[in-house]
């Protein structure tokens, strides 16, 4: 495990991508088989042939019930450039990696699949909107829905359809014309669609919402990836021979686990005990915590999964039972054929196994894709994962690309500078403690006087403490001395420094990066996939010319 430093560029426009974009679509194309591996009882190349057919499919199902274009016949899943991410309202930083994901795979003739991470937790049903006040730039909090509860993306339902079908005016309201075509103006007419779907509960899903006015935007600009919510994911057989390796390997996969996190930390000098993962548990009762969520569609707040292994058979529980909701035919030396059997159960009960940050990307890497692209924070993330997935499956990992792109909101901003502030500073402490740097030239007979001591004061004799005494007491009596005559420099300096100072953090606001994309100009917003081909064009150009 290597320290890694990345660090969202600050600049507008500017990419981070680690490795270079230009090298990676060749990267795809010349691809090297992985070395294969047991997944209890299937080998990994097999299942994972398997699964990329079951996730598809899945995807064919998904694009049909929400009203998006059919995806092509003829994809190749020998070939799979995968991303994914919550299915909230992010920022261009977040969005790009769908440009770069159709870029590479239009290139190295892959298919292009975006995961719709829907089992994750949604931040909350606000949005923070730059807005113009009597005092300049600031936020202004713009809510589009009522809901409080903890609940995945995927339990989460519009609670407040007034709320939500106003949201475009009052975030329009608070912008006051500060971006002149904001893409809310587009997203949100689509976001008010209901899809075809026959289930309400996907019908009125605010994640999908979000998720497909943003594919149908995507579209709308020649970007046409495959899309497909995790939770379909992992209702599919090849996720639960996945799952089951872990389970079967729990013992070792949990201490291989909390090994790399301490390891992790240790590096990067982390003293939280959750960050950026909790360690798996053990309980009195032997039960070990497994890598998954599991929850009750009556109750669906995530719950911690445990396991536990006797002789040919392993118990799971959701955490806070007293019982075990299901009992697997599986063990370490057991093939997982019946167990999946009996996974396949779990949705009809109304139980559902997801994964958790670490194995999303595992599955994905190992199975699903070719190349997984990540932001900064999952890269960072699987630096951890990479660590897990080499010892316990004895595999190298599977190289991903981290990508990320800040993006200004072309807000107003001040003509104030840091180095501005950093001079109204200096004056400030020149006309405390030097004060003669303004006044070196006047012909005032007591300035003149009490310059002339404090020169002699500097050169005066520092050999013994007495002296260093005097010195310090005459140099600080002959400052005194000439302050009140700097006072209106000093006076200007502070209120220069508080002006700049406000301006600096009105400026702050202008420059962030975290404004949802629908805040951002739709037509800045359009030029991205081009920004995206152009730096892969121009780069690999530039390679063929210096071969």
């Known amino acids: 495990m290597r320290h890694t430093h990345l660090r969202a560029p600050s600049s507008d426009a500017a990419f981070l991508e680690v490795p270079p974009l230009s090298e990676i679509p060749a990267a795809v194309e010349r691809r090297l088989p992985q070395r294969t591996f047991d997944v209890q009882g299937r080998r990994s190349d097999i299942l994972a042939e398997f699964a990329r057919g079951e996730v598809i499919a899945a995807a064919r199902d998904h694009h049909a019930s929400m009203g998006l274009d059919a995806p092509p016949d003829d994809l190749d899943l020998g070939r799979i450039v995968a991303t994914g991410h919550q299915p909230e309202l ?17 290139r190295s003739g892959a298919t292009a699949l975006n995961l719709i991470v829907d089992n994750d937790l949604p931040k909350g049903p606000i949005l923070r909107v730059p807005t113009m006040r009597a005092e300049g730039l600031g936020r202004e909090v713009v809510a589009f829905d009522s809901w409080t509860a903890d609940l995945p993306y995927e339990a989460q339902a519009i609670a407040d359809r007034e709320r939500f079908a106003d949201f475009r005016e009052r975030v ?29 509960r996907r019908r009125h899903n605010v994640g999908l919402r979000f998720s497909t006015a943003r594919r149908k935007i995507e579209a709308e600009w020649g970007i046409r990836n495959l899309e497909v919510p995790l939770s379909r994911v992992c209702e599919t057989d090849g996720f639960r021979w996945f799952a089951s390796r872990l389970l079967a390997g729990l013992s070792d996969f949990s201490t291989i686990h909390n090994r790399a996190l301490a390891a992790y930390r240790r590096l990067y000098r982390i003293r939280s005990k959750n960050h950026p993962v909790a360690d798996l548990g053990v309980d009195r009762d032997g039960r070990l915590e497994a890598p998954f969520w599991v929850w009750r569609d009556r109750d669906p ?19 806070g039972e007293d019982q075990p909701f299901i009992v697997l035919p599986l063990s370490a030396d057991r093939t997982a054929c019946c167990a999946v059997e009996r996974l396949r159960e779990l949705p009809e009960q109304g139980i559902r196994l997801r994964t958790r940050a ?17 932001g900064i924070g999952g890269a960072k993330y699987d630096e951890l994962g990479d660590a897990i997935m080499e010892e316990f499956f004895g595999v ?7 990508l990320s792109l800040t993006l200004h909101a072309g807000l107003p901003r001040s003509d104030a500078t840091r180095e501005a502030l950093a001079a109204a500073e200096r004056t400030i402490r020149d006309a405390e403690f030097r004060p003669e740097v303004f006044l070196d030239a006047s012909d005032d007979p007591t300035i003149r006087a009490a310059i002339d001591r404090k020169s002699a004061a500097i050169a005066a004799s520092t050999a013994t403490r007495r002296e260093r005494v005097a010195r310090f007491h005459a140099i600080r009596a002959a400052s005194a001395e000439m302050r009140p005559f700097v006072e209106e420099h000093r006076l200007a300096a502070i209120a220069e ?4 100072a406000a301006s600096l953090a009105r400026d702050a606001v202008a420059r962030s990066r975290e404004y949802a994309s629908v805040l951002h100009s739709a037509a800045r917003l359009e030029r991205i996939p081009d920004l995206v081909d152009r730096r892969i064009d121009a780069a690999r150009e530039k390679r063929a010319i210096s071969d």
Request: hydrophobic share 50%.
């Open 90 to 106: 992010f920022h261009p930083g977040v969005w790009v990696k769908n440009f770069a994901l159709a870029a590479i795979a239009r």
């Open 172 to 200: 329009l309201a608070a912008l006051g014309g500060l971006i002149p075509d904001p893409l809310i103006d587009r997203f949100w007419p689509a976001a008010l669609e209901e899809p075809p779907t026959d289930d309400p």
């Open 497 to 500: 420094r508080s002006r700049l």
């Open 396 to 402: 190298e990992p599977p190289r991903f690309l981290t």
């Open 301 to 319: 707040r995530r719950r911690a999964l445990w396991a536990r292994t006797s002789g040919d058979s392993t118990s799971l529980w959701i955490a």
């Open 358 to 374: 670490l194995t999303t990307t595992m599955f994905a890497r190992l199975f699903l894709s070719d190349l997984f692209i990540h």
